[in-house]
């Protein structure tokens, strides 16, 4: 396998010796410098027609530090993997937990799960260690799926005589909010304003222009926007049969998803309106509770039901009868590729507004609040679909549908990989090093302020 192997004798070669009587899809190993445990290491070494792997096939390393929950990155992580594979490439997933979006994972990555051990990567030395203890192969290219993994990777490239190419994915739309006003967000402005400065600007990747806009007001210099990749296999070929007054929502049902919270009210303005309405709001969190209490106290619950998490298998089959999609992300994008009106809710919004339908949006936003494009009402952009005539309807669905496969993963996907491929090895390795100091610092100086 190619496998790195320990420098230190002991305990962790011990160990890893005792691991060959176990199953090969799963190892383990306790981490020797922290509390938490180390978690699992998963991998199928089988070879399959889909995803080729040799000896001579780049080695790819993932590094994300999941929440453990399904979100955008999870999703793009899980969608990544299966395409390089699929192109014969060598990839592993370092995380610090997904047990609970494990099966968003194609079967054959090689998955390390380390825990609170993640945060050992922040440092060179730290970075040594962990790489050593878990055995990484050595990657020929790391991409980074936020600003702290982008710190963490640049760790990692240190460790190997290689220097492993880094792209940085900086997918969080608040990342280059503008500088804080007092010193409660300085240490964390600091760091991802020096981090990103130390990142050559070829390397950067962002989801959509909104972002690099941001970016470039800040270090005037520009990045590439490569939007969510989303596999359209799927929706192509399916028949839709749209149930009139039919509206589905699939979301977490969480912090920057407040457009759900409108969802029941929004139905029973419209139905009062004379509009045979009836909203399906699938996905979990912690805003189901409050969901569920307003539907109650409107009286809701015949036409205003939350099923759960919708299976990803099912996804097409909900939306061939679906009048109209309210979303955002992944699930607005493929809702859209199934020929649905999509009407793009914005994130972090709580006054339940939109942008329009997906093919009003500049390409690579789903979602992300802008502030040059004008706003209105959901229940506006509804009312205007349930109004439609049949011919406008037909019309409004094609476009919706052209709009979403410009995100088809076999567009997107070799343009990943060629970034990869010609990612810039030269980076400012000292204000990397200046910037992880300054941060510390200055927390300590604040924390002395106090």
């Known amino acids: 396998m190619n496998e790195r192997t320990a420098k230190k004798p ?74 390089l594979l699929k192109a014969g490439y060598r990839v592993t997933l370092l995380t610090t937990n997904c047990s609970k979006w494990r099966h968003a994972l194609p079967h054959d990555l090689k998955i390390i799960e380390v825990s609170k051990a993640f945060e050992n990567l922040g440092t060179r030395t730290g970075a040594q260690q962990l790489c050593d203890e878990i055995r990484l192969r050595e990657p020929r290219f790391i991409h980074a799926f936020n600003v702290s993994a982008g710190w963490y990777a640049a760790n990692i490239a240190e460790v190997f005589d290689s220097r492993p190419r880094v792209i940085i994915g900086l997918y969080n739309p608040r990342v280059f909010a503008s500088r804080p006003s007092n010193f409660s967000g300085l240490r964390a402005w600091v760091f991802n304003d020096h981090l990103v400065r130390s990142i050559s600007p070829q390397n950067r990747l962002y989801i959509h222009c909104e972002q690099r806009d941001a970016e470039h007001s800040l270090f005037h210099d520009r990045g590439n926007i490569l939007p969510l990749p989303v596999d359209a296999l799927p929706y192509k070929r399916i028949n839709r049969t749209p149930v009139y007054g039919k509206i589905v929502s699939v979301s977490r049902l969480a912090p920057m998803k407040e457009y759900t919270l409108k969802l029941p009210q929004l139905a029973q303005k419209l139905r009062r309106e004379g509009f045979d309405v009836t909203v399906k709001i699938f996905g979990e969190g912690p805003y189901r509770e409050t969901l569920e209490e307003e539907i109650r106290n409107l009286s809701m619950e015949p036409f205003v039901e939350i099923p759960g998490v919708l299976p990803r298998e099912k996804f097409a089959s909900e939306m061939s009868s679906a009048w109209a999609f309210v979303g955002m992300g992944t699930a607005a994008v493929e809702a859209s590729m199934c020929g649905v009106p999509t009407i793009t809710a914005i994130a972090h919004n709580e006054h339940g507004e939109t942008y329009g339908t997906l093919d009003k949006l500049p390409y690579g936003n789903f979602g992300v609040p802008n502030d040059q494009l004008p706003k209105t009402a959901l229940e506006n952009e509804l009312r205007r679909i349930l109004n439609l005539s049949p011919g406008e309807y037909n019309t409004t669905s094609e476009k919706c549908r052209i709009a979403g496969m410009r995100y088809d993963s076999e567009e997107i996907m070799p343009k990943i990989v060629s970034l990869l491929e010609e990612a810039n090895d030269t980076h400012c390795w000292w204000l990397h090093r200046f910037a992880y100091w300054l941060s510390l610092t200055l927390s300590r100086f604040l924390h002395r302020m106090r």
């Open 10 to 83: 002991g305990s962790t070669n011990k160990h890893w010796l005792a691991l060959q009587n176990q199953p090969p899809e799963v190892d383990s190993l306790p981490h020797k410098r922290s509390q938490a445990t180390l978690a699992t290491t998963r991998c199928n070494h089988t070879t399959t027609r889909d995803s080729p792997l040799t000896t001579s096939s780049p080695e790819t390393l993932l590094l994300y530090p999941s929440p453990n929950v399904l979100g955008g990155i999870e999703t793009l992580i899980g969608r990544e993997s299966r395409w």
